[in-house]
């Protein structure tokens, strides 16, 4: 629940501290941008204030403020909170308009920090602080101090002129902004798992450039919209990027491949994705490429075949899923909000052959596919195609 009279969000970082001083002012300049423009995009007003260590949003929108920037890459947690003139009766006067709104019974604590010169103490806020919540609330409930383990946390952050009221600290993604790393090629299949591999590498500072290779008539009929929809969602984490899906068209070779290959099939396909993906990445200054392969999870991501595959390319393929488990990537592809659109089955089924190879080697694989596979995958990435959607667009 939110502070009475919110005014501001106080937004934390988490490993941008761990920088040298000189990057981490670079990084949180970074957030501050990428704060005002998720503010813009999701239509909030707020001022956003950047101080050593911390960011502010000032906004008559406290909500809505902090729904917004709880979506920005490199907000570890935010806070909406009260700002008061940094006195000791301003603050307890907050805390006791606080305590009468959301004190529903239980125990409490109050927990202050303080930095700059002042003429009390951390201590003596929580000490007159807790006083003024027991005298605000004691006539309709029993308030019990509890600093341990407390039903209601009452934070306050007194920084020189001001000091911060608030309740809750609502988790962010946590992470780097985005743009802080080169671009990734997102290989986006739509399935559960690719969207959350993507959103990984943006969690870290990458913005990912996605790309779907559209299977034909090995794709279902919503395939194509299944992963656009994807995309779009994710494009709403990171408003300032162009997300727009690139496509290649691939249901031929794909039939030849069908044709032509046997147990190692789905070992050649990726050979000659992840080729597409290394051209586009080229025309887009990409410096790697990221898919969701998690180990084990199909015969073609055992370690031997990763290693097989891995061979076709000299871009180097990252995988943000290599050890999770399905249950761990559908929870967060569910707290992402890609679940639901990664719903139909994925194409690439009916491309497996009955026996896949698990164990292969990257002689076998070679001597069974068509010489020219590359060939293949250089031609299919020429006529790649940029799909304007209304919601992708980069804005800078
Ligand atoms: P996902 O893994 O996203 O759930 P899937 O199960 O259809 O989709 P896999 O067969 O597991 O895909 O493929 C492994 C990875 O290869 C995917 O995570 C994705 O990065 C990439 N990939 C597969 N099919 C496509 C496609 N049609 N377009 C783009 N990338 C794809
Ligand atoms: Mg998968």
Redesign the pocket.
Known sequence: MTVPGADVVLLRHGDIGVKSAHVQAAMEGHLAERVAAMLDARGVEGRVEHEWGRLFVRTDEPEGATDAVTDVFGVHTASPARAVPARMDAITDALAATARTVYDGGTFAVEARRTGDHDFTSHDVGHEGGDAIWRAVSDDVDPVVDLDDPDHRFFVEVRDEEAFVFVEKRDGPGGFPVGTQAPLV?????????????WQAMRRGAPIVP?????GAY?GVD?RER?FATIDTLAQYVPTQDMRPRV?Q?GEYVDRLVDAIDSTR?LSY?RF?YRI?EHVADTVDAAGI?????LG??S??TVRNLNAVDRATRVPIHRP?LTRDKQE?IAAARRIGTYND?TID????RV?PDKPATRATVAAVEAAEPADLFEWAADAAASVEVVERSRTEGSS
């Open positions: 997102a290989l986006i299949s739509g399935g559960i798992d690719s969207p959350v591999a993507g790309l779907y290779l559209d299977l794709g395939h992963a290649v691939v789905m990726r994705m993906a990221v898919t969701g392969e998690a999870q199909k073609s991501q899923l990537i990664a994925a194409g690439c089924q497996a």
